[in-house]
């Protein structure tokens, strides 16, 4: 009983997740190509 209850809050935080991540699309599109670039830059820098 207490597995599939862990089970069932980490897929609820996931489908949280999911549901931010589809309202601020742009926004982590944005935050994830500007460490992209920020990676990319340390490591050829």
Known sequence: MRKSICAKRKI????LIF???QNDF?????VVLSWL????GFGYG
């Open 12 to 15: 609820n935080r996931l489908r």
């Open 37 to 40: 670039f920020c990676f990319l």
């Open 26 to 30: 742009t926004l982590s599109s944005l």
């Open 19 to 21: 549901r931010l991540a």
